[in-house]
């Protein structure tokens, strides 16, 4: 599975982003799906997770709930980040990952990573 993620940029306080993250490959459906972020001299975090399965469960890491909101859409092979009420905080490089099985709020539990694309959040 490759990943390609986009949809980054420069947003004011309070502004909107929707991230994408599109995957090759046919198996895409059986695939947990997730988010994480990284800012400078910080460690990579948790952001939000989405399952395979029908009920398609959804994580969120406790910064974020309430602000973002993870999707996925099987038949376009691709996951979606929607992030609103962004705050400076928010600024770092996010990761898009696809997960075989495991915990899927923790990294080790993924299998394959996209490049990143970089969020930062500004007046």
């Known amino acids: 599975v490759q990943l390609q993620a986009s949809g980054g940029g420069l947003v004011q306080p309070g502004g909107s982003l929707r991230l994408s993250c599109a995957a090759s490959?046919?198996?895409?459906?059986?695939?947990?799906m997730g988010w994480f972020r990284q800012a400078p001299g910080k460690e990579r975090e948790f952001v939000a997770a989405?399952?395979?399965?029908?009920?398609?469960?959804?994580y969120y890491a406790d910064s974020v709930k309430g602000r973002f909101t993870i999707s996925r859409d099987n038949a376009k092979n691709t996951v979606y980040l929607q992030m609103n009420s962004l705050k400076p905080e928010d600024t770092a490089l996010y990761y898009c990952?696809?997960?075989?099985?495991?915990?899927?709020?923790?990294?080790?539990?993924?299998?394959?990573w996209g490049q990143g694309t970089q969020v930062t959040v500004s007046s």
């Open positions: 989405i399952t395979w399965s029908g009920s398609r469960s959804t």
């Open positions: 490959g046919r198996t895409f459906s059986s695939y947990d």
């Open positions: 990952a696809a997960s075989r099985g495991g915990q899927v709020v923790v990294a080790r539990a993924y299998d394959y």
